[in-house]
C-alpha cells in the first residue's frame, strides 16, 4: 500500500510540475503579446507536457535503476549534473522535432539552424530539469536518512529488549538454585518447614512469571515478592535474620525493574548474612528523594564478602539493568557505611521522560 501511494505521488507530482511548466508558458504567451493563435499555444503546450514527464521519467529510471541514492553525494553531484545537461539535450531534440513535425514551431524561429535553436532550447530547458533533480534527489535522500535513523532506533531497541531478556534469564534460575537450595536444607530437618517453604517459593514463581512480560512493575509487587523471599529465607536462619522495612507508601506505585530488588535482597542473604555467625538485620529502605526513587538494602557484613568486590552477577545485572532501561539518569551504589553494614542503593529517576 506504501508503494502504491508512492507511486501515485509521484505521477501527482508530474503533472504538476509540468503543468505549471504549461501555466508559465501560457502566462508569457498573453502578458508579452507573443504572436501565437490559442489553438497552436495549447499545442506547444501539449508537446511540452508530454515531453517533459516522458524525459524526466527517463531520467527517473536511470537514476533509480543506477543505484545513485545509495551513493555518497560527492560522488552523485558529477552524475547528476551530467543527468540534466542529457535530460534538457534530449527533451529540446524531442521538442524541436516535434514543434517542426505538427507545424507548431513560431515564424521568428524558422529562419535559425537546427543546432542554434538545439542549443538554445537546451541552456533553457535545463532551468527546468535543475529543480526537477534536486527536489528529486534530496527528497529521497531525507527519506533514506530518516528511515535509516528509523531504523537504528529499532536495531538499539531490539538489541536492548534482547539484552533485558537474557538478563532476566540469568536472574530467574539463579533466584530459583538459591531458593531450592534453601528449601533442601529444611527436608530433613523439618518436613513441615520445608511444605511451607515450598509454597512461599510457589508464590515468588508465579509472581516473577507474571512480570517476565514487563520491564517494569509497580514497587508494591515488587516488594511482595522480597517479602515471600526473606520468609523462605526467615525460614532456613530462624533467628538469624531479623527483617526491617522503612517504606514510604507514596513509592508502592512507583514502577521499577522486575527482581531487581528481591536480586539485591538475595545478594545480602548470600554475601553478607549467611557469612556471619551470629547472622544479621536486612533493612530494605523505600523513599523519594529529590527527584529519584531511593532504594535502599542495609545488610550485616563485610564489602569484601562480595565476590569480586561487589562485581559478582547480582550487582553486575543491577547495573546492566538500570543503565539499559534509564541510561546515564539512574544511579546504582554499593559501600560499607561503618564495620559492620553494607548498603546497596539505587536511585530510580521518577520523570524519565
Known sequence: ?????????YWIL???GWGVVGLTMWFYARNYQVHISGTMLLGRIGVVFV???????????VIKQGGW???PIEKVIPK?????????????????????????????????PFSSRLAGYTVDNSMFFLPWVLIYYFYHFFRKSQKQQMDALKMEALIKELELKTIKAHINPHFIFNSLNSIRALVDENPQRARAAVTELSNILRSSMQTEIQETVPFEKELDIV??????ENMRFEDRLKIEYDVDEDTLDSPVPPMMLQTLVENAIKHGISKQVGGGTVKVTSDFIDDFHVLTVQNTGQLNGYKNNGEGFGISSTTNR???????KAKFEIKQINGSQVEAKVLIPVNIH
Request: net charge positive.
Open 1 to 9: 500500500m506504501q508503494i502504491k501511494g508512492t507511486k501515485q505521488l
Open 80 to 112: 547528476l549534473i551530467l543527468g540534466v545537461i542529457c535530460a534538457s539535450l534530449t527533451y529540446s531534440f524531442i521538442v524541436i522535432k516535434a514543434l517542426d513535425f505538427f507545424q507548431l514551431t513560431i515564424e521568428k524561429a524558422k529562419p535559425l
Open 227 to 232: 517479602k515471600d523471599y526473606l520468609a523462605l
Open 51 to 61: 515531453t517533459g514527464i516522458m524525459v524526466s521519467h527517463v531520467l527517473r529510471t
Open 14 to 16: 508530474q503533472a504538476f
Open 69 to 71: 541514492m545509495l551513493q
Open 322 to 328: 538500570l543503565n539499559l532501561l534509564y541510561g546515564e
